[in-house]
């Protein structure tokens, strides 16, 4: 009946709902505009995203014969939590209160649970604002866990690579940024790499070349 998205550091919150067509469960409509928005997208942050978020919504995108969108990689926050951290619980509501400053996590007001859906579904003006703020701060909340987890994040997609122009540096591989500063060696089993240490976003990454000698590879050894 409704969804709610918004461009990585764009301050505008993208909601679309029901809520004034006469047939309230038809999402024909804002399912189109849901894949439209992922058709352009290369990286999705969703929580949970991987195993329920990209599943059901490809399940609506079939089911009402639309084609696969064009491919995106799904950056999943509870993923990312579990796989980094030993946190109490792994839930939007409970990590967005411990980690986030600016946006929580709403709880639902006047109308918990199924209940908020059962008056949506009614009509009720009151529950579908309630709706609306409910999906909107879940969004902001979302971005903001996902900015405060995203340094210590490993194989998060190399958002450097997406930006085609060369610049004048390294950029950041979580980030983008080219605020990146040159810092000590990162080791392989038999190579040596430029590690680099992001000033925006304060991930690290490594460069892609190596720089210890032909000589010293050639002498070492490996079990």
Not at 74 to 85: G, I, N, S
Not at 192 to 219: D, E, F, I, M
Request: hydrophobic share 35%.
């Amino acid at each position: 009946m409704s969804f709610c998205a918004k461009w990585l550091d764009d301050p505008r919150v993208i909601y679309h709902d029901t809520s004034r067509q006469r047939n309230k469960e038809d999402d024909r409509r804002i399912v189109r505009k849901l894949w439209r928005l992922l058709d352009q997208a290369d990286i999705v942050v969703a929580q949970n995203g991987i195993k329920f978020d990209a599943k059901k919504i490809q399940a609506r995108f079939l089911l009402l014969g639309m084609p696969p969108p064009s491919p995106f990689k799904v950056v999943d926050t509870l993923v990312e939590a579990r796989k980094h951290f030993g946190f109490t619980s792994n839930k939007l509501e409970w990590l967005t209160e411990k980690l986030c400053k600016k946006h929580k996590k709403k709880k639902h007001a006047k109308f918990p649970g199924f209940e908020l859906w059962r008056e949506c579904l009614k009509g009720n003006l009151e529950a579908w604002a309630e709706m609306k703020e409910y999906n909107v701060e879940d969004v902001l909340s979302l971005e903001e866990l996902y900015l405060v987890l995203r340094p210590w994040m490993q194989g998060h997609p190399n958002v450097g690579n997406y930006d085609s122009a060369i610049g004048d540096g390294p950029k950041c591989s979580h980030c983008g940024s080219t605020h990146v500063r040159r810092k000590g060696l990162r080791y392989t089993q038999v190579g040596q790499y430029p590690r680099y240490h992001c000033q925006a976003c304060g991930a690290w990454s490594r460069g892609r070349l190596t720089v210890n000698s032909k000589q010293h590879k050639a002498n070492l050894l490996v079990s």
